[in-house]
């Protein structure tokens, strides 16, 4: 197992290095940022002012490893619209990201996991029906009209719950319940098929024929091999919820990072674009390497065990 974690944890290191590199890179991405940073009214000499003053004049590499340093020690710069350091941005609208994707991924698979089970019990039955039906509708409504129509009945016709904003809890429960839904089926259905192949093999069959409890049969027995594909595809779908709930926060008025991150790109603050899409990155690499880790405690023959 250590051997397994120490290369597990030298490709996430890898992934970072190339995530912090394509991060930096984005600067250039859009061309000469001085110009970009000078805006449509700026002058060459004002671009070159700001390509001195921020370095962009140095060589590549002498920036990279220059910004590199200092986002170690937790600065990511300064914000060309707010004018305030990029991580107190960061810092103030990353609880209510945090928040709003726990949340839902946390109740999304509340109800997938056990949905899913409940369905591979019979397949092709009543229960199975609805809970395809339940997935197929979560894919295939956009979560974004989904969100509107939960403000205009939820919130507009009986006013149970605020239609936008955060400043109370109740502030989010409908982008919670509605990205949850967007998020669920992929879980529903990945749990039900890993399911249906692991009560259909013999050592379940032999449980079965034990006289054991049915709980502890599917529990104890066939979750631990069916859920290992669900932790890697559980995993992505935190990333997912974390990083691309920019469409959600819109839609709710919440100030998260990923609405940070589409206001930002509207003003062309560079820097605040480079540390979210850096943060959320890290995230996504952290979140996989952990679900490899847990994958592979679940399942020795992962790590090379015979």
Not at 94 to 122: E, Q, Y
Not at 165 to 180: K, S
Not at 259 to 282: C, H, K, N, Y
């Amino acid at each position: 197992m250590l051997v397994y974690l120490l290369r597990r944890l030298a490709v996430a290191l890898c992934v970072c290095v190339a995530v912090s590199a394509l991060s930096f890179g984005l600067m250039f991405v859009v061309g000469d940022p001085a110009v970009a940073i000078a805006g449509a009214g700026g002058s060459a000499r004002d671009a070159e002012a700001i390509r001195h003053a921020y370095g962009f004049d140095r060589p590549y590499v002498v920036q990279y490893l220059g910004w590199v340093g200092h986002v170690l020690r937790g600065d990511f710069g300064q914000s060309i619209y707010f004018n305030m350091p990029v991580t107190e941005i960061v810092r103030a609208r990353l609880p209510v990201t945090a928040i709003l994707g726990g949340v839902s991924f946390t109740l999304a698979l509340v109800v997938a996991v056990p949905l899913g089970i409940v369905a591979a019990r019979k397949p092709g039955g009543l229960t199975d029906r609805l809970a395809l039906l339940l997935a197929v509708t979560g894919q295939a409504v956009p979560s974004f009209w989904l969100g509107l129509m939960a403000i205009v009945v939820f919130g507009v016709w009986h006013g149970l719950v605020p239609t936008s904003g955060a400043d109370t809890w109740q502030g989010y429960i409908l982008p919670v319940v509605v990205l949850a839904y967007s998020a669920m089926p992929a879980m529903m259905r990945i749990t039900r098929s890993g399911m249906i192949e692991v009560l259909g093999t013999d050592y379940i069959r032999s449980a079965e024929a034990k006289g054991l409890p049915t709980w502890q049969v599917i529990v104890g027995h066939a979750l631990r091999n069916a859920i290992l594909p669900l932790v890697s595809l559980a995993a992505l779908q935190l990333g997912v919820l974390l990083s691309g709930s920019i469409v959600i926060e819109s839609v709710f008025a919440l100030n998260g990072l990923g609405r940070l991150a589409w206001e930002s790109l509207l003003r062309a603050d560079l820097p605040v674009v480079q540390a979210v899409i850096l943060i959320l990155s890290l995230v996504y690499v952290v979140l996989t390497t952990a679900a490899d880790l847990v994958n592979a405690w679940l399942d020795p023959r992962i790590r090379g065990v015979r």
